[in-house]
């Protein structure tokens, strides 16, 4: 049973239904939550199927892609992969549960379905002829099926060209969860978005290339299996241009400080539900992509540049504390957005994270925001 390749391509059969049912919210939404949960239910199956004590990569499966090109379908279960493949499994039908009702909610309505007052954030949006970011509709969740499945791939992919092309085939949906489903500053948030993560692909695209020349060398056929490229050796000379060709998609994503600036605006025009899923899952591909690929074909530059990424994840860790960033772009209604910024960024070097000061009286909010920021906040100014 080709288990991996079934939690690859099920989240995208359930992506097709829900866009089927599209016209149809209720319809869309369960069948959303049906096929995320199926896709748990799955995981746990596989997950019962690694030993601890077998090989590094289990359960594999490899098949013929474009032979001409050297790329392969080839699929391998680590101890790290089934951590973020589980965390992707749990986190997916929570999401799709928490944004239930986002698409039947009007533009500054509360639960009740009462209006709130033309003020401050909702009557910018009004004025602006804007809307508030929606979650539920059968088009977002059909994005999220569709990251869904990108991201289990990129966990499980053994190889490099294979990992590459899930790694950037995943900005699409999420370019339309924040640009077509996001609230009035979605245009500018996602071509940011898109901008930052292109430029990374594209220098990840030449390391990538590099990496296959290299492995040519000597007569030998080129190519792009993980396990092989670790047992041929990258020379250390050209292991340092490699490294940063690769370490640059990945800070980027990750995202590790100066590269994060995409971040904080992606999470304040996109939905709750995109929100969450942003920073509970889709960033963890930028850390993976650091443990996974860059220390085993690059050891000899991990070892020696560790000291420069060591020094940009306490950056990261120092200004994503301070929350400079979150109390310019403070807004009290949306403590979510600012709050998920915050969690876990000592978790793997470079992690930055916006943390404000979420959760305090508000007239602590108020005395920790400059003059300009108060009145940011009071009349939904951007």
């Not at 900005?171 to 930052?196: D, H, S």
């Not at 000379?237 to 370490?247: A, E, H, R």
Request: hydrophobic share 50%; with cysteine.
């Amino acid at each position: 049973m080709p288990w991996l390749t079934l939690l690859v391509v099920l989240p995208l059969v359930g992506a097709v239904v829900v866009l089927g049912l599209r016209r149809v919210p209720g319809a869309a939404r369960a069948a959303a939550l049906l096929f995320s949960v199926a896709e748990l239910c799955l995981t746990i199956v596989v997950a019962t199927r690694f030993s601890t004590t077998g090989g590094q990569y289990q359960l594999g499966e490899r098949y013929g892609w474009i032979s001409s090109f050297g790329l392969s379908w080839a699929l391998g279960l680590d101890g790290i992969a089934l951590a973020l493949v589980a965390l992707t499994a749990v986190i997916t039908p929570v999401v799709v549960a928490a944004g239930w009702r986002d698409s039947d909610r009007p533009a500054g309505a509360t639960d009740d379905g009462v209006a709130t007052p033309a003020s401050g954030v909702g009557a910018t949006r009004a004025a602006t002829g804007g809307r508030a970011a929606t979650g539920g509709g059968g088009g977002f969740l059909a994005c999220i099926l569709v990251t869904e499945s990108m991201l289990v791939g990129a966990f499980l992919a053994v190889d490099v060209l294979m990992f590459y092309i899930l790694f950037e085939a995943m900005l699409i949906p999420i370019y339309i969860m924040i640009g077509v489903y996001g609230g009035p500053r979605r245009a500018q948030a996602a071509t940011k978005f898109l901008l930052y993560n292109l430029f990374g692909g594209l220098v990840m695209l030449a390391a990538v290339i590099g990496l296959y020349v290299t492995s040519r060398h000597g007569g030998r056929p080129g190519t792009f299996m993980l396990r092989d490229l670790v047992a041929l050796g990258v020379p250390t000379s050209t292991q340092y241009w490699l490294f940063i060709g690769f370490m640059i998609a990945f800070a980027i994503k990750a995202p590790l400080w100066p590269f994060h600036t995409w971040l904080p605006d992606s999470a304040e025009a996109t939905s709750p539900a995109g929100a969450a899923y942003l920073s509970g899952v889709v960033d963890k591909v930028g850390t993976f992509g650091m443990i996974h690929l860059v220390l085993p074909l690059f050891p000899e530059a991990s070892r020696r540049l560790a000291p420069v990424v060591v020094v940009l994840a306490v950056i990261s860790i120092v200004y994503g504390a301070a929350g400079h960033a979150a109390v310019r772009r403070l807004h009290l209604d949306q403590p979510l957005r600012l709050h998920r910024a915050g969690h876990l960024r000592a978790h793997h070097p470079g992690r930055h994270r916006r943390h404000p000061v979420h959760g305090q009286p508000r007239a602590v909010h108020r005395a920790a925001v400059p003059r300009r920021g108060v009145r940011r906040v009071a009349t939904g100014e951007p």
